[in-house]
């Protein structure tokens, strides 16, 4: 009895075996909120008040924060205050055109023919959540949640329909969001503008940004990169690649976030990247937009009354550079669908 005694009170001192961190979601009526264990990946906002649903905070393992905080949180030292929309990251498109709809309020931007969902400046339209589905656990490292959205003009009329389904999956060297959209002409047939302001989106942190001086690296999949102090155009702007990557320096960590277009998109991407620290995927800018890569394309993406457009996306957040984050790996989990 003694000796069991002895072996219980030893067992009771040893510390708890810490629970394996997994992917979890938690809802609520103003966002999503993604974690491993107990670290934030990212926070999707889907709350009435915004003019469409964005990603913030959006972090790197090791809680690096790899987007820019203005202007959800206003007042930090230094930080830059322009284009009010670009929130962190996003997916929207700069000009839709409800064929066959009179617009009762059109854009202040003489350049938009139909609704824009990407700037906020007066006639802008509002991309609603309108529901938020159950969380689908797949393992410990992965989820999956279905979202509805309804693309609106100025006036809140519907033009469009979109399902949206959100997947985050942690990978060796960082967290993979993928987002699976599913757009329905439900209300008429839907033409893409030819505009660069689109589409898939992430604004990096200024001291990331290449236009300052101790900013950080783009890398593209094509092996093109650029430095700090590059200033635009870049070589790798308006042209196709299967991802692009945006690497800084974040606090006292090296960190980065990569867009990554699926190779089976039947429309592929040109890249909307710029050195002041945005970055995005352009499936629908053509000739108009000035894009080098579609320079002899003047077709625009139609989708008619009644069909579907299918497209999809990943967002990648890492530690390290590209190379020991492991971009071009995290691209191959996710073109596999594995």
Not at 10 to 18: D, K, M, Q
Not at 311 to 325: E, F, N, S
Request: hydrophobic share 35%; net charge positive; aromatic share 8%.
């Amino acid at each position: 009895m003694r000796t069991f005694a002895i072996l219980c009170s030893i067992f009771a001192a040893l510390p708890a075996l810490a629970a394996e961190p997994e992917v979890t979601a938690k809802k609520s009526k103003e966002s999503i909120e993604f974690k491993f264990g107990d670290e934030l990946i990212a926070n999707y906002v889907v709350a009435p008040t915004a003019a469409k649903p964005y990603f913030w905070p959006l972090n790197a393992p090791g809680g690096a924060a790899v987007t820019r905080g203005w202007p959800m949180v206003k007042g930090t030292a230094g930080e830059t205050t322009d284009h009010i929309h670009q929130k962190s990251a996003w997916f929207c498109h700069g000009d839709v055109i409800p064929v066959g709809m009179v617009l009762k309020t059109k854009s202040a931007d003489k350049r938009v023919e139909g609704v824009d969902f990407w700037s906020e400046t007066p006639g802008h339209g509002k991309m609603v959540c309108v529901e938020v589905g159950e969380i689908k656990i797949v393992s410990k490292t992965e989820m999956s949640v279905p979202t509805k959205n309804e693309w609106r003009t100025a006036d809140g009329d519907k033009i469009l329909d979109e399902t949206r389904t959100i997947t985050v999956r942690k990978l060796p060297q960082g967290y993979l969001i993928v987002l699976d959209v599913d757009f329905h002409a439900s209300v008429c047939p839907i033409r893409f503008g030819d505009t660069k302001e689109g589409s898939l989106g992430v604004r990096v942190p200024d001291g990331t940004a290449l236009q300052n001086k101790n900013g950080g690296r783009i890398t593209s999949s094509d092996g093109k990169s650029s430095v700090a102090g590059a200033k635009d155009n870049l070589p790798i702007w308006g042209v196709a690649a299967d991802w692009h990557d945006y690497t800084g320096t974040v606090g006292d960590k090296t960190a980065g976030i990569a867009i990554f277009d699926d190779t089976k998109n039947k429309y592929r991407s040109v890249w909307h990247t710029r050195a002041y620290g945005l970055m995005a995927a352009n499936p629908f800018g053509r000739a108009k937009s000035g894009f080098p890569g579609v320079k002899e394309n003047k077709e625009l993406v139609t989708i008619s009354k009644g069909e579907h457009l299918k497209l999809r996306y990943g967002i990648y957040t890492h530690g390290g550079d590209a190379k020991v984050g492991e971009v071009a790996e995290a691209y191959g989990v996710f073109g596999s669908g594995k």
